[in-house]
């Protein structure tokens, strides 16, 4: 899988910008998955010494623990050094679709806390605006499925619940995902991050806007930067 | 207990806007515990029929499920006819401030769902202004503890966690309370509810703005009715 191949060499170069001493946060998802291992493998060639960092899933704190990654919390270290996490989407202006791994409430919890997030993927994340190839997701308190579903289908979406082998996918806190699609693209992402964030019952949504400070896209012509450099 | 009687005398007078037919929303509280009685009892009587109801909390639909009254859900019946729920401060416009009892996001997500939302209390609870009286409660996803925190300290309020028994108090939905007091109230409570809200790791918070159509409030001098009549 050449794409694989693409995910991987992003994800190799963002980890170049960790140095000894930091604290770390790591994402979740398929081009995530290879900064833990390159972390791991550089902590174990001794290139790097006393990170620590924090998992966005537990999915990714299990594999850190493979790898030999100290891991710690947000009360023991409140303040991040370095994030690196892949994206569904990303603009010419580093906005952000996140959340197709089911972990967007920690990412972007972990990404509030972090004073450098550098967003990692293959070139076929890039869009010209948002919501065009990704759906957003919007995370929900189970309880309150059908008012949220009908509130964002009164915003333009079309909600469609996540499901996982014929059953509602389950978030590490519980909650679940109206996967919401948008015929023409999200016209207005601000307007419709703070609509959708403001309704009870709503816990989260995947657009990070302006949380990025550099994005490493690899793809058939190399590697690109995208905003500061690393 | 005098204040238990007019919780009682509030609720009771509450309950008299309930028609056979009727979707209700139960609160959750010392004070709401009075309406699922009454209304338990009407349906006993005879007097009222045919009603179904959507409880707050896991622990009142164990009180309505013993007093007999039949429950649904919110996916079943996504409009609610009458909701009764008590609050911790009602101001002279109806502005409040909910969640002392530790239920304030299923509360809200009724809430918004009800057609007429009727708020019962002894008139202890009446402010001139929000935040006088109660601490603000926040409910906030458990791993975002600390950034949360401080966050809501550069609001301008002083975050308290609540426990209970020595341990963390854990919400129906597995999460956290920070009970925010405020020095002097609360200047602005609509820009506070939007800022606390947006903020990432933040699941609800206790202000309810411009959401009750009713209050129903007893003390030493009678009922005192607020809004629009019952």
Not at 58 to 76: C, F, K, W, Y
Not at 111 to 129: C, E, W, Y
Not at 130 to 144: C, H, K, M, S, T
Not at 158 to 165: D, E, G, I, N, Y
Request: charged share 20%; hydrophobic share 45%; aromatic share 4%.
């Amino acid at each position: 899988m050449i794409v694989e191949e693409f995910k991987r060499q992003a994800a190799e170069t963002a980890v170049t910008a960790i140095q000894s001493g930091m604290v770390v946060g790591l994402g979740t998802g398929s081009t995530a998955v290879f900064a833990v291992r390159a972390l791991g493998k550089l902590l174990q060639d001794g290139r790097l010494h006393t990170i620590v960092a924090i998992p966005t899933s537990e999915a990714t704190a299990r594999e850190a623990e493979r790898v030999g990654i100290p891991l710690t919390t947000l009360d023991q270290h409140p303040l991040i050094d370095v994030g690196i996490d892949g994206a569904d989407e990303i603009t010419p202006t580093l906005d952000l679709i996140k959340g197709l791994g089911g972990a967007l409430l920690r990412e972007k919890i972990i990404t509030l806390a972090t004073k450098r997030f550098i967003v990692i993927a293959d070139s076929s994340k890039k869009v010209p605006r948002l919501g065009i190839r990704a759906p957003l997701p919007v995370e929900v308190i189970p309880f309150a499925r059908q008012p949220v579903h009908d509130y964002l289908v009164s915003l333009g979406a079309r909600p469609v619940l996540r499901a996982r082998q014929g059953q509602p996918f389950i978030t590490d806190e519980g909650n679940i995902i109206l996967d919401c699609h948008f015929d023409n693209g999200i016209p207005d992402p601000l307007w419709l991050a703070q609509a959708i964030k403001q309704r009870p019952g709503v816990v989260e949504h995947g657009l990070f806007l302006g949380l990025a400070q550099t994005a490493v896209i690899a793809g058939t012509t190399g590697i690109e930067l995208l905003g500061q450099p690393l």
